[in-house]
């Protein structure tokens, strides 16, 4: 009896070692080996997505599998990640060299790798036509330190929804265009006499109850309308000064009125304006499929009000870009050609409501075409009412400390306290990188 | 013979322990020497730039930073709050249970569930639970029994009682814990003890304080201090229901060190928190063996 | 005197009564959320009508299973975490015997390390870790996810001052057959320490169980990755869907619930001897 449990011990040992002794055989990233014809000479593409609203994914699915039928020779493999945690998890997999073929960034994130050297600049990789094709704040959301390391198969489009209805209720005027944007004084008329109607005051949707990187998208605008900035973009070395300038200071401070004013919505079930609750919501292209759905042709889509220097809104979405790891780069630079045709780019931003990426698409589009409901969106796009959010490696940092100031500005601390530790804490960090110089290998 | 027995024991002892200090030697120590050592360089997740030593940089920057010191305020204030309700309300709930009616296993098997939930879902489910407004579940039960006179509040959102919402969810997540230990220890009590105070006639005020307490003295023990050290690591629910809370009330040692380090990569800087964050802790664990009796082991 | 015994039952009764239904409400919740349509679960939370929706379905439960690979996340789950308990009983409770019954020089010394790694939690170490295990090449595994929990301070605390516990005379009568120290071990001491054993193993579990911040560091891949990741899936853009999230928390917790009620003695008898002895 002992002697049988002795041995059994022993024997458990083993099982111990192999563990060990299996894990060191391991090679990092190759634990389902891809079944590779070498006769046919496929190529794996490895793809990362962030895991978005469910038409967004439904469609990039299907065009997967539309292209892996079609090109016999490279396959993708597409893998989904969850979106809260997507910039984390890929950082941890550049540090660890473990990046697939191909992923997305999202819009600013994208120079930080740049800087950290893991992509490849696409020009080699894209024929010209295509690159013509793009729109130029795609262009110019991929391009850092003269090469374009990305391309967005769409942008963004970011804007006041509106119920005409309501507006008309009240009078108020209904600008055009982002060049007769309401300026404060009249947005603060609309807000007082659409809440004279209300019965819980809230009339404004700011989509409070999202987390993390809306902060810094949907209201910088406000900062550049107001004349102020998130860092100095002429050295991008501080933001002191900028950041917590007179002009930065009184436009989050009107934002800050609205909120203690009782005039915005807490938004906790994201129905304030699907619901009626609120006449105003200040939201982007991801929305228009809902809203419609609620109030069909009662919704109509606004330019940000004007904060003293011209009404200003966000652009950048995410983007494609291949790393340096890539055995195949051609092959995945075959798959974003793919994703760059015409049909392909409508397929995606019909199903998610964002601009398309290329001028065809946008020709082409129903939405975004001349007579389209959210033509406005291309407009602040092609006529540079839009602003892009800092090119810099620095950009995490950036958006933390902003988004860290919203919240706090949300909760009541002083305006200028809030963003002067913004940007000393911008400042600290951009010297602590030696101001992010970009090492040429 | 005996130096040959030593011996064996000797060797035999080493092949005992070996998988165990080789695992704790590897990823445990040898993790933690590493985190010591890169809080004295600048060390950043994924940057290009050569690493340098810096001295004691990290050290002076996070003692002055108020969200790292509002976060030692926090969990101090937490383990205030939690280690004393959790384990008067566990020892109460003990106390009932061990009485000698019918049906107390249902109960004890009631409270102890909670204990069953990884802390991540517990923290989801507090966030509906916490849900401003009069739909909230907690607004509308305090509305409901103070017959209206509350008012709804975002817990959550709310700098004074963020801390103490969290503060709920651990307690009820805790309870049934530290409830069994504690019901097992009373349990435990030689009936005769009872017997002899009641001769003496003593009342049941009078048992409960001179001979229940005492007699639980170890167990109290144990679970305050095992409470405490989860106190200090408080993480998960503060990442899931507030993160950070509003204006920092709610931020802890470890939720400011993950951060550093994994949202604004700066690994060296995370690494200096948990060096504190390790020290008070030790100290902690330091008193509490000198409160407790020491065991021997054969010498 | 049986009347006051009665009322005193009753009073017992009564406030445990109340403080059980309050403990039930956020699992009640749970359960009730997973069988709604995800708009209603926000806007019955507060009501009773919360608890008792009115058209139950089991529409979330489909949706888990259509938007994550559910099976495979528990399968993960389930290997991941039994491997950790199996190893780390084997692994801890050797080093707590000989910590607590053999002599050997550095003993008392390497029982003070013990003690006070005891206190270094996870995140502590996180990323080194992260940087110890991607120089070995075990991302992505279920190597990353195993090895490194298997030897625990704690657990080996626990069973050192469990074996210090046991009476001498155990081990003396085998010492005088002959026995050696491996026999001993597994035939005397392991079956006297059975409550040990099972309650390092529950601990174990349900910690393990819950882990999510390393399993999110070290793996991408979905075929080696643990529930708790699996749930995260869900966190994308507003509106959460909260019926879907509780439709997989219900699934998660199911299995965990399911074994304490059948091994519910072990468990609580378990749990006790932790804290009676330390």
New interface residues.
């Given amino acids: 009896m002992f002697i049988g449990k002795k041995v059994i011990a022993k024997i458990l040992y083993i099982p111990l070692f192999m563990l060990l002794l299996y894990g060191c055989d391991q090679h990092p990233g190759k634990k389902v080996p891809d079944e590779a014809e070498s006769t046919l000479d496929v190529h794996t593409v490895s793809v990362w997505a962030h895991a978005g609203q469910a038409a967004e994914r439904r469609v990039l699915q299907s065009q997967v599998e539309r292209f892996n039928r079609e090109s016999v020779n490279t396959q993708v493999k597409l893998t989904f990640i969850p979106e809260r945690d997507y910039n984390a998890q890929v950082q941890a997999a550049a540090v660890a060299g473990d990046l697939p073929d191909l992923l997305e960034f999202d819009g600013p994130y994208l120079y930080n790798y740049v800087w950290q050297n893991k992509l490849v600049a696409l020009e080699a990789l894209l024929p010209q036509s295509v690159r013509d094709d793009l729109l130029p704040s795609i262009v110019d959301q991929g391009t850092y330190n003269q090469h374009l390391y990305s391309v967005g198969v769409f942008d963004s489009g970011l804007g006041l929804y509106a119920r005409k209805s309501a507006l008309q209720e009240i009078r108020a005027r209904i600008p055009s265009g982002a060049d007769d944007a309401w300026n404060l004084h009249e947005f603060n008329e609309i807000l007082k006499k659409l809440a004279l109607r209300d019965d819980d005051k809230a009339v404004l949707d700011l989509k409070l109850n999202y987390t993390g990187e809306w902060f810094t998208y949907g209201f910088s605008p406000v900062l550049q309308s107001a004349g102020a900035d998130l860092i100095n973009r002429d050295t991008y070395q501080t933001s002191t000064g900028v950041l917590n300038s007179e002009a930065a200071d009184s436009a989050m401070r009107q934002l800050q009125q609205w909120m203690q004013q009782g005039l915005v919505d807490p938004n906790l079930d994201d129905a304030a304006f699907v619901a009626g609750r609120v006449a105003l919501s200040w939201s982007g292209h991801w929305e228009y499929a809902h809203y419609r759905n609620a109030w069909q042709d009662d919704v109509i889509i606004l330019p940000l009000p004007d904060f003293g220097k011209g009404s200003r809104t966000g652009q950048g979405s995410w983007s494609w870009g291949i790393t340096r790891k890539s055995s195949d780069r051609s092959a995945a630079a075959g798959f974003i050609r793919f994703l760059l045709r015409t049909d392909e780019v409508l397929a995606m931003t019909n199903a998610n409501g964002a601009v398309p990426g290329t001028r065809s698409a946008v020709e082409q589009s129903r939405f975004y075409g001349a007579k389209g409901e959210l033509r406005l969106f291309a407009d602040q796009l092609l006529q540079g009412v839009s602003v892009p959010r800092p090119k810099t490696p620095a950009y995490p940092v950036i958006t933390t400390s902003f988004q860290q100031a919203f919240q706090e500005i949300r909760n009541g601390v002083t305006v200028k306290q809030a963003l002067d530790k913004a940007a000393t804490r911008i400042d600290q960090d951009i010297k602590d990188n030696q101001g992010y110089p970009f090492i040429s290998r | 013979m005996p130096r040959d027995l ?1 011996r ?3 060797l ?3 092949f ?2 070996l ?6 030697l ?7 020497v ?2 010591v050592g ?1 809080s004295f360089t ?1 060390l ?6 050569p690493t340098e030593f810096v001295g004691i940089t990290q050290y002076q920057r996070i003692l002055t930073d108020t969200a790292f010191l509002h976060g030692l305020l926090n969990n101090t204030i937490f383990a205030l709050i939690v280690v004393p309700v959790q384990t008067i309300l566990a020892l109460l ?1 003990a106390l ?2 061990n ?1 000698p ?1 019918r049906g107390m296993v249902v ?16 923290a ?3 966030v ?2 916490y ?7 907690l ?3 305090l509305e409901f029994i103070t017959a209206g006179a509350w008012q709804p509040r ?1 817990f959550l ?1 709310d ?1 004074a009682w963020a801390l103490p919402a969290i503060s709920l969810t651990s307690i ?1 997540q805790g309870v049934g ?1 530290q409830m ?6 009373l349990q ?1 009590i030689p009936e005769e003890l009872y017997d002899a105070a009641k001769v003496d006639g003593a009342n049941k005020r009078q048992q409960l304080v001179f001979i229940t307490l005492p007699q639980l003295r ?2 109290l023990i ?2 305050v201090l095992v409470t405490t ?1 989860l106190a200090f ?1 408080l ?2 629910q503060v990442q899931i229901m507030t ?1 950070g809370g ?2 920092n009330s709610t931020t802890t040692v ?1 939720y400011e ?2 951060r550093a ?5 700066q ?1 060296a800087r ?2 200096a928190m ?2 504190v ?2 020290t008070i ?2 100290l902690l ?1 330091l008193l509490q ?1 000198f409160l407790i009796k020491h ?1 021997k ?2 010498e | 005197m049986r009347n006051r015994k009665l009322i005193a039952s009753l009073f017992v009764y009564g406030f445990l009564a109340v403080i059980v239904l309050g403990f039930l409400i956020p699992i009640g919740m749970m359960v009730a959320g997973s069988l709604k349509p995800d708009e209603r679960v926000l806007l019955e939370a507060g009501t009773l009508r919360g608890y008792l929706p009115a058209e139950m379905n089991l529409q979330n439960y489909r949706d888990v299973f259509a938007r994550v690979p559910f099976m495979r996340y528990l399968f993960n789950s389930v290997f991941i975490t039994s491997a950790i308990v199996v190893f780390g009983l084997l692994v801890n409770s050797l080093a707590g015997y000989a910590l607590a019954r053999m002599q050997w020089p550095g003993r008392d010394r390497i029982l003070l390390v013990v003690i006070a790694l005891m206190i270094i939690p996870l995140e502590a170490i996180a990323v080194p870790l992260f940087y110890e295990v991607t120089l070995l090449g075990w991302r992505n595994t279920y190597l990353v996810q195993i090895v490194p929990f298997i030897a625990n301070a704690f657990s080996i605390y626990l069973f050192y001052t469990f074996f210090l516990g046991l009476p001498r005379e155990l081990e003396e009568a085998a010492k005088i057959d002959g026995a050696g120290a491996w026999r001993i071990f597994f035939t005397i001491i392991v079956p006297n320490a059975k409550a040990v054993f099972a309650a390092v193993a529950i601990l174990t579990f349900l910690i393990q169980w819950g882990s999510f911040l390393w399993p999110l560091m070290v793996t991408n891949n979905e075929d080696v990755r643990p529930l708790p990741l699996g749930i995260a899936s869900f966190y994308s853009l507003p509106p959460l869907q909260w019926g879907d999230i509780f439709a997989f928390g219900v699934m998660m917790v199911a299995p965990v619930l399911l074994v304490f009620l059948v091994f519910q003695r072990w468990f609580v008898k378990g749990v006790a001897t932790t804290g009676v002895k330390g």
């Avoid at chain 2, 998988?19 to 704790?24: H, Q, V």
């Avoid at chain 2, 950043?44 to 730039?49: A, Q, T, V, Y």
């Fill in positions: 030593k064996q024991d000797c035999n002892a080493w005992f322990m998988p165990a200090l080789l695992g704790l590897f990823f445990v120590l040898l993790p933690f590493l985190a890169l600048n950043r997740m994924g940057s290009p730039l709930l009932l249970i009485q009616l109960f004890r098997t009631l409270f102890f569930m909670p204990v069953v939930f990884p802390l991540s879902l517990v989801v489910v507090w509906l639970l849900a401003p407004g009069p739909q909230g579940t607004n509308s039960l975002d959102h700098g009820w814990f069994v230990i504690l019901l097992a220890a435990s170890n167990a144990f679970v050290i690591r993480f998960d993160q509003p204006r470890i060190a993950v380090a994994f949202a604004s990569q690994v995370g690494a948990t060096v964050f390790f802790v030790l664990t063996r065991e082991a054969i």
